[in-house]
């Protein structure tokens, strides 16, 4: 199993709603992240947990809010979002913290009205 | 700070006219330049890893070459099912991924 789920596959959200994302792997990964991308912009790069620590937040506003139970689920709570956060969600995990091992999932499209 | 400048933005071609794709890249100590497909509305699917000057992968239709300052990816006759944006990322000493801005790779019958 080579895959990265990500539910929902689409979020449409008022900005006082509270959502969650989910992320899942079954491949044994050790280090997990979550990436933000805009139409026509390349990933950008928001948490990267590893061995369910968190050990890089790119200084993502605190409406958006990471968790790992356990080391095959990632969750990103959504807390009072703006309309610009609209975007596409990424969710990826690695072997290690090696780009080259990195598996991304179909993404989460996420609106906020 | 790292940087990574991808260019065409966009490239229409006709099915086997080859072309090439371009990744400029600026970093402190390369530890790896990766090459991404990307479907729309879908996750980078990993295709090649470059690490040092001289260095060529091939996959089917795609050749990936690098020099010290950029990156080429070659698309030999390339076919419809090619069209997709095509991302370039460099991995510098912090071990994170800087992305270009992608190439949007359209090709036609």
């Known amino acids: 199993d080579t895959e990265v789920t990500q539910t929902p596959k689409h979020l449409v959200m008022g900005m006082t709603n509270k959502k969650s994302l989910k992320c899942e792997q079954h491949?044994?990964?050790?280090?997990m992240y979550w990436y933000k991308q805009k139409a026509k912009k390349p990933p950008e790069l928001m948490f990267v947990?590893?061995?369910?620590?968190?050990?890089i937040n790119e200084s993502v506003p605190s409406r958006f809010s990471p968790e790992c139970p356990n080391s095959s689920l990632l969750n990103l709570h959504l807390h009072a979002l703006q309309p610009e956060d609209s975007a596409l969600y990424l969710c990826?995990?690695?072997?290690?913290?090696?780009?080259?091992?990195?598996?991304f999932g179909p993404g989460t499209r996420l609106l906020v009205l | 700070e790292d940087q990574v400048t991808q260019s065409p933005e966009a490239l229409r071609l006709q099915e086997g006219e080859s072309s090439s794709l371009n990744c400029s890249y600026t970093?402190?100590?390369?530890?790896?330049l990766f090459w991404y497909r990307q479907d729309p509305g879908k996750g980078p699917e990993f295709l090649f890893t470059?690490?040092?000057a001289g260095e060529e992968k091939e996959k089917e239709r795609l050749k990936a070459t690098l020099t010290k300052k950029e990156s080429f990816l070659h698309i030999t006759a390339p076919k419809p099912e090619d069209s997709a944006t095509y991302l370039c990322?460099?991995?510098?000493?912090?071990?994170?991924?800087?992305f270009g801005g992608g190439t949007r790779l359209m090709v036609k019958p």
């Open positions: 990826a995990s690695s072997q290690d913290l090696r780009p080259e091992t990195q598996y």
């Open positions: 491949m044994g990964h050790r280090a």
């Open positions: 947990y590893s061995y369910e620590k968190l050990s």
């Open positions: 970093v402190s100590g390369l530890r790896g």
């Open positions: 470059l690490y040092s």
């Open positions: 990322a460099v991995r510098g000493p912090g071990n994170m991924l800087t």
